[in-house]
């Protein structure tokens, strides 16, 4: 079973940064892609920032030069470091793993029980 596990919201002032991390377990492929999506009240969930295994990144224009995605395949984990908070970043954020199934991994789209982000004046 894949599980992930989001941890580092809370509240933040805005300006400020702030790291989010997941942690999975189980199995996941060094070719999964690796994302954090979040949802803002009345709002749909909305991809933040994704990272593939060959490293490559893709970010919502909302966040790109404030927020950065990494991964550390090694310890099955994504971060998601936020710089220069807005106020709109406030939203609850989920860590997302997608991967094929293979003779040795879970295929599937998983998702973590997300971390809230409030960015306070």
């Known amino acids: 079973q894949v599980q992930l596990e989001e941890f580092g919201g809370g509240l933040v002032q805005a300006g400020g940064s702030q790291r989010l991390s997941c942690t999975a377990s189980?199995?996941?492929?060094?070719?999964?892609?690796m994302g954090w999506y979040r949802q803002a009240p009345g709002e749909q969930r909305e991809l933040v920032a994704d990272i593939s295994g060959d490293g490559s990144t893709r970010y919502a224009d909302s966040v790109k030069g404030r927020f950065t995605i990494s991964r550390d395949n090694a310890k099955k984990r994504v971060y998601l470091q936020m710089n220069s908070l807005k106020l709109e970043d406030t939203a609850v954020y989920y860590c997302?793993?997608?991967?094929?199934?293979?003779?040795?991994?879970?295929?599937?789209?998983?998702w973590g029980q997300g971390t809230q982000v409030t960015v306070s004046s």
């Open positions: 997302n793993v997608q991967q094929a199934t293979t003779p040795f991994v879970r295929g599937g789209s998983f």
């Open positions: 189980g199995r996941i492929s060094t070719n999964s892609l």
